[in-house]
């Protein structure tokens, strides 16, 4: 088995994200960082989000994710 994820401290969170505001894409970046940070999400899962996930049946952004079995671990 390998070594367990580093898990990110508050300030380095921050750093993390300073950092993808400077690129081209910083709202997007911005929030796949805290999509890893906040919701524990791996790539994969993050990669295999599509809006069914993340909206509410109203078609608003959602205050939960519903991740299929198709992308979770």
Do not use: H
């Amino acid at each position: 088995m390998g070594t367990p994820a580093k898990v990110l401290a508050q300030r380095e969170l921050c750093r993390v994200q300073r950092q993808v505001a400077r690129g081209r894409y910083p709202l997007r970046n911005n929030v796949m960082v805290l999509l890893s940070f906040k919701a524990g999400l791996r790539a994969c899962e993050i990669a295999g989000l599509d809006w069914t996930m993340v909206l509410d049946p109203s078609g608003r952004v959602s205050t939960t994710l519903m991740i299929g079995a198709g992308i979770a671990k």
